[in-house]
């Protein structure tokens, strides 16, 4: 056979040769055919991830007591605020003794109290010192995050709140990253008595300037020549502090939050629950209610009129912009990178918060706990981005303010859905009478954002602001709702929210409804393809050796 046409047949079987072993070669995986297989999804050290639902850490903190004179009411929350700070932020630093300043977290200067100045029997003139708090930040001292404070499972956005100037280490002890109880998301709720002369001091500690603007509390826009409106014009630079002035005429659930850069700072956290209590004779109000939730110390007016007093807060978090300040430590570049290189207007919202948690964490310090025939007040904020429309299951509510402001009896609004939007507040009176519509009977009924993204955390669920609204025989007595063992079994894991296991994992429907198992590879296949590919291989040198060779001369 001439030369020419033996090169050519090599070249069609080598071509031919590679199409083969192009269809032949082996996936890294194989899909099911007609017939699925079993699943057979085992996790990779089982048990790794899991945590206790509740630590449990301080039964003592639940239990009503009284405190230098402060009663303080029972909280059956898995983890409590801590009594002595209540029993501090309802008197003050200075009208308490040091055994229970100590035994609180408080500065000497947080809160101080004095001058009854309309003789009523409790004090007038408050004057409130905030700092600024960075959790989950990066650390100049290693690869590692500092204050660290978990909103769900595993996950640590990096946050800003304001919180009470503090005493002690910002950790929990010399040997932990994590941030201690005290400091933690959300800022805490402020109460002041209508008519008090309050002096908010901001003493800036943080790397950043900042400002707190007093959003619907009745404020003069300035004192003398000084700014009194915390507009971004007037920042606290970093080593400075500033003091707000009111004197506050009108009751009401309001608003604070920094006025600088505010689209990011907003969004970092930097925002609170500002809350006017109606002046009463031996009012006292809880001036923080740290982490918002349950108000262990209501004021006098609202134990006329209310059973139980809650705050819920509701916050969302772009994790493109928290993680800014988990990747560097200097602050210029902190500067650059969330004022310029990050676009506000391309944003995301992956992690929705109730009072500084997500799903299942809202259950360990997030449960409205009741007992039947209560009327339980609520304040709600929304401190999202995005409106909220917050659904309690089993209950209609009824809305009695609006942004602060009280609704006359003929505009009280009773219904299920309540629609919020950003940087707005209403006031429920949530009762638990058994007659079909503002109670349906007892039992652990969920509430939550009713807009479909409020209930994920980075796009798993359950997840979100979920929480439950638990009547009190359908909780435990470390304060977690009975009943939900599997649930809480699964979702306690940080393996879940890092998408590393199936929703339905365990369980009957496991083997249609958990991760596909593994097939059993196709042998005839790559035999096939080790047989073609050898082959292909000869004949390529075999080609190689027939055209170098030299002809005879």
Not at 335 to 344: L, V
């Amino acid at each position: 056979m001439p030369k020419k046409y033996l090169g050519l047949l090599l070249l069609l079987f080598i071509s031919t040769l590679v199409a083969t072993v192009v269809y032949l070669l082996p996936a890294s995986s194989q899909k099911a055919g007609i017939t699925p297989p079993a699943t057979v999804y085992s996790q990779t050290g089982a048990g790794e991830g899991v945590e206790k639902p509740c630590s449990n850490e301080h039964p003592d903190w639940q239990t009503a007591q009284v405190i230098d004179g402060v009663s303080i009411d029972e909280s059956i929350s898995c983890e409590p605020d801590n009594p002595y700070d209540v029993a501090v932020s309802v008197k003050g630093t200075n009208n308490v003794s040091m055994g229970t300043l100590m035994q609180s977290d408080y500065a000497q200067d947080a809160v101080t109290m004095s001058d009854d100045l309309d003789h009523d029997g409790d004090p007038d003139i408050i004057r409130i010192k905030l700092e600024v708090v960075e959790l989950n930040g990066s650390s100049p001292d290693g690869p590692f995050l500092i204050n660290t404070y978990d909103i769900a499972p595993g996950i640590q956005p990096g946050l800003w709140m304001y919180a009470p100037k503090s005493s002690g280490m910002a950790v929990k002890n010399f040997n932990s990253l994590v941030a201690r109880p005290f400091l933690r998301a959300p800022s805490p709720v402020i109460r002041v008595e209508q008519g008090d002369k309050v002096y908010v001091t901001l003493e800036n500690t943080h790397y950043l300037p900042h400002t707190i603007h007093l959003h619907g509390v009745d404020h003069p826009w300035h004192i003398g020549n000084s700014d009194n409106d915390g507009g971004e014009e007037h920042p606290v630079y970093p080593g400075t502090q500033h003091t707000y002035e009111i004197q506050p005429r009108h009751t009401g659930t309001m608003f604070y939050h920094c006025h600088v850069q505010t689209a990011q700072h907003f969004m970092m956290g930097l925002n609170g629950m500002f809350i006017v209590e109606e002046n009463a004779a031996n009012n006292w109000p809880q001036t923080f209610n740290i982490g918002a939730g349950k108000v262990r110390h209501p004021a006098a007016a609202v134990k006329k009129a209310f059973n139980q007093e809650y705050d819920l807060y509701y916050q969302s978090v772009d994790k493109r912009l928290a993680g800014i300040i988990q990747n560097a430590n200097d602050p210029r570049l902190v500067a650059q990178r969330m004022s310029r290189d990050y676009n506000m207007t391309e944003s995301f919202e992956n992690y929705f918060l109730l009072n500084g948690r997500s799903f299942p964490y809202t259950l360990r310090d997030g449960l409205v706990v009741v007992n039947e025939n209560e009327h339980i007040k609520l304040h709600v904020a929304n401190a999202q981005r995005s409106s909220v429309a917050i659904h309690i299951h089993g209950h209609k509510a009824t809305i009695t303010a609006y942004d602060g402001v009280e609704q006359p009896a003929a505009s009280q609004i009773t219904r299920d859905v309540f629609d919020i939007a950003t940087a707005q507040r209403i006031d429920l009176d949530l009762q638990t009478t058994n007659d079909g519509l503002h109670s349906y009977s007892p039992g652990l009924w969920m509430f939550h954002d009713h807009v479909p993204t409020g209930t994920t955390t980075d796009g798993m669920e359950p997840g979100g602001n979920m929480a439950i609204l638990a009547y009190r025989q359908f909780v435990d007595e470390h304060g977690m709702p009975k009943m939900h063992d599997a649930l809480l079994d699964q979702v306690f894991n940080k393996n879940y929210y890092a998408k590393k296991q199936p929703v339905w994992g365990t369980g009957d429907f496991a083997q249609s409804l958990a991760d596909a198992g593994k097939i059993a590879p196709d042998y005839l296949r790559i035999i096939l393809f080790g047989l073609a590919a050898g082959l292909l291989v000869g004949l390529v040198i075999i080609a190689l050796l027939i055209f170098r060779r030299k002809p005879h001369s």
